[in-house]
């Protein structure tokens, strides 16, 4: 069996310690170039849409709803006009919310554009991956109740067997 010197075996552990150290140093636990300050880019995307109530977005001044947006892109797409980056920014009736960024996410994933969204005056790209990418689905807005149909339900039909 071949000993090694002791100065030999404390020399390489320090180089494999200082090793350790250096790539320590130079992970910061993000990513690089990810974070991009708002108004330094905010002219620079080639599409801006705004987030809006209910999962729904404002694209060229008009409501959409998820689905409806998605044939945006899709129309863009055919017409050979489709965005390579998109800016999701926050609108005056909405902020930017999960169910939004999951929506764009399957859009990035459809149409193989990058969105960035607005956070705090931070861009930051949308990962497709992490985020949990949603199926577009329509806009339906709420049901509303008569007055005299408050309180029934469908199993309250009124129907009284002794009343015959």
Request: charged content about 30%.
């Amino acid at each position: 069996m071949i000993r090694l010197s002791t100065l030999l075996s404390r020399t390489a552990a320090a180089i494999l310690l200082g090793s350790l150290l250096v790539l320590a140093g130079c992970h910061r636990g993000d990513t690089k170039g990810e974070a991009i300050k708002t108004e330094q880019m905010q002219g620079k995307f080639d599409a801006t849409v705004e987030a809006y109530k209910s999962g729904q977005f404002v694209v060229d001044g008009a409501v959409l709803s998820a689905l409806d947006t998605g044939s945006h892109f899709a129309y863009l797409k055919d017409q050979g006009k489709l965005p390579k980056t998109v800016l999701l920014m926050r609108s005056d009736e909405s902020k930017i919310r999960k169910q939004h960024l999951e929506f764009m996410a399957r859009m990035q994933l459809d149409y193989g554009f990058v969105v960035y969204y607005d956070d705090g005056g931070t861009l930051k790209k949308i990962n497709a991956i992490e985020t949990k990418a949603r199926d577009l689905e329509d806009y339906h807005a709420p049901v509303k109740m008569n007055d005299e149909m408050k309180g029934k339900s469908a199993s309250d039909s009124g129907y009284d067997p002794s009343r015959r």
